[in-house]
Structure formats: structure tokens, C-alpha cells
């Protein structure tokens, strides 16, 4: 059924008469257009055709010897037609058509993306001194004056703007970064590994290589000297700049009780009701919400609105509670839990920069705990700055050749 034929209306006639199937090839000679025609049975035939002709299938089954009968009548017309004497119905509809005519010029909902370090409650406590709360007049907002009142309130933003679909107020920030440190190089400095490691790779783009590849290194240890020496063979302090790769290792472990309880549904679910009106709850139920024991609680809000349309501040609170009971889980599951995160835990120590080459894990019980450890093989960067020390500096200078008097 499509939209169109909905719209104008339609009815189903039923022919009767000696041979109804005359009145199919009469309606095509008319230029009528029908469809959902049924066989004929005890001389009966029924058809659909638009309400438009409805007027017409009357006599021209008279002129070939049928009776026509309107069974039904369908489409927007035909409801029409059963509600216009229901005047509380429609006054409901004008009301409600009228509610959301007025409700789409205040705002009934935010959201604001952009944001990952600012907390989004900063964000909207802004906004709200600025005037841009549920409830406000949208019509009526100055984007200059919100966009500069949130700037000097959140300092951490360096740009923002509120553009509103219907009664949806969407806020889309954006945060000032940080500005790489200057990299002074008047003031000496050396690179040195930060952790244990087998060199790789050594880049040195200021400063003197003090390492080479396949040579293990320990925290601490010079990697990149932190002189220089210039075209006429002068040595100097100065500050080096670089990185160097490394294989490194690691071995992680994690505990945790051999066996763990975990839930299963078990019962029937029970769900409560609730209408939001705004910042008002109405409760459909007696007792308290708080959650049984025994019992996982759920709460869904379902809002009265259409997505970039309009958004009224009334919403449908659906709380489910689900009985369950305790189990205990198996070693294998208990096994990949921590598997995982342990996992989790190393790419947090290499970092985004950082490559894992291999993994094993391993796992024991010993005294009532499950046991798993992670060993694991990396190539990451170890090079870290560090400040020249007065043994470094003497180092330098025992490195300058004296010259002979």
C-alpha cells in the first residue's frame, strides 16, 4: 500500500449478479483502476477501487445487470469520517498539534560532543549560566553572547557553538591542546634509557651516539652522549635530541580466586513503570524502587521525541527487574578474564608508540588462587631526557683535547 493511495482513500465493493466478471471488463473499458479482485463465488465478486469512483461502480454494475454493494471503506478519508463527530477527540488532537508547535521553540534537550578532558557537567553548568537550559527560549539566544560566556567560564575550550534541530540543542566543543615544550638547545642534556633493553635502532639528531644496535642497555645508562662536536673538531656540551628502539621484555602476573560466583537469570522479569514530567516523577507503582536482593535492576527511559525534529521534557521510565542466582564459574573463563586483562595492562606500559612481538601466557593454582602470568616481548622507544651531571660535565671536558704551549 502506498502513501498516496492512503491518502486519497479507497473502498471494497461487492458485485453481485448473474456474471459478475462482466463488471471487471466494464471497470477497464471505464478507465477505472481496481485491484484485490476475489473469484467469483455464489455469483458474488468483490474489488477494491479508489474512493473517487465509488460513486460511479454503483451504475455502471445497474447497466450490466449486477448489484453493487460498498462492504468497507478505507484510508485517511475513512478516519476521518469516523472521528469527526468525536469533538473531544479532535480537540485533543488540535491541543497536542498546538503543544508541539509551541514546544519546539524551547528547548527540551542537550547533548554536547567535542569534549574528552572536560568534564561534560562543566560544560553544561556553563551553558546554564549563559541562558541555555531546558526550557529556554531558543529563539531568543545571542550565539556571540553563549559562545563567549562559555569560553571565559571553561577557559580549557578554545571554541564552541549550540545549533538547535527543533527542540534539540546540540553543543559541539572543541579543547585547546597543549603546546609542545620549546626544545631549548643553549641548555645541556643526554638522552638515557628509561628501562632495560637490546638496542635496535639509534637515532641521534642532536648529540653523540653512545650505544649501538644488538647492545643491551640498563635503566640509566647513556644513550645519547649529550655533547657535540663541531667542524673544526671542537668538543662541546650540548643538549641531545634522538630516540632509540629497543626490545624489551616483560613478565606480568595476575591473581585471582580459583573459583568465582557469577549470575544467571532465574525467574520471571518484573517491570515498573514511570511518566517524567520535566523535572516531576510520577510512579505507576506502590512500593519502593529500590532493588530486591537477589534481583538486577535496569532502568530504560523511552523520550517523547523525533529524532532532529522536536523533543518534549516527557519521557517513559521503564525499570526491569531480572531475579538471578549465583553459579560458579569455570577455570577457563576465570582464565581469559585475566588473560585480558593482563593484556590491557601491557599496551598501557608500551603505550600507542609501543609493539607487542609475542605473548605467552601460563597459569597455576596454588593455595586456593588461579595464578596467570603473561610474558610478553615488545619493541618500544626507552630513550628518555635527562640533565647533565657535573660528572658528565667533567667527562666532556676530559674528552677536549688540550692543546700543546
Known sequence: MSWARYITGWVTAEITGAEPERMLRALAERGITFWGAAPPRDYRLTVQVPLSAARLIGPLASANGCECVVKARHGLPAAFRKVRRRYVLLACIGVAAALLYGGSAFVWE??????????????????????????????????????NGVLLRVPELRWMTVTMRGSHAKVIVRERWERPPVIDRRVPGKIVAAKAGLVEDVQALHGTAETEETRAVLPGETLIGGYVTGRNGVIGPGRAIGTVTAR?????????????????????????????????????????????????????????????????????????????????????????????????????????????????????????????????????????????TDADLAEIQAKIPKTEE
Not at 560544560?123 to 537550559?133: N, W
Open 248 to 388: 624489551t621484555w616483560y613478565e606480568l602476573t595476575a591473581k585471582s580466586p580459583a573459583e568465582a560466583a557469577v549470575k544467571t537469570p532465574n525467574g520471571k522479569k518484573t517491570t515498573r513503570w514511570a511518566l517524567i514530567l520535566g523535572k516531576t516523577r510520577i510512579n505507576f507503582y506502590k512500593d519502593s524502587s529500590i532493588c530486591p536482593a537477589g534481583c538486577d535492576k535496569i532502568i530504560v527511559d523511552h523520550p517523547l521525541r523525533v529524532e532532529g525534529l522536536f523533543a518534549l521534557p516527557v519521557a517513559l521510565e521503564e525499570t526491569v527487574y531480572t531475579p538471578y542466582e549465583t553459579r560458579p564459574e569455570t577455570r577457563t573463563v576465570l582464565r581469559e578474564e585475566l588473560e585480558h586483562q593482563l593484556m590491557e595492562r601491557l599496551e598501557r606500559i608500551v603505550g600507542q608508540e609501543g609493539q607487542v612481538v609475542s605473548a605467552v601466557f601460563s597459569a597455576s593454582e596454588e593455595d586456593g588462587a588461579l595464578y596467570v602470568t603473561l610474558r610478553a616481548e615488545c619493541r618500544e622507544q626507552i630513550g628518555r631526557e635527562a640533565p647533565l
Open 110 to 147: 542537550i547533548s554536547v560532543t567535542g569534549n574528552d578532558t572536560v568534564p561534560e557537567g562543566v560544560i553544561r553548568q556553563a551553558l546554564q549560566e549563559c541562558g541555555v537550559d531546558i526550557g529556554a527560549y531558543w529563539p531568543g539566544f545571542s550565539q556571540d553572547q553563549i559562545r
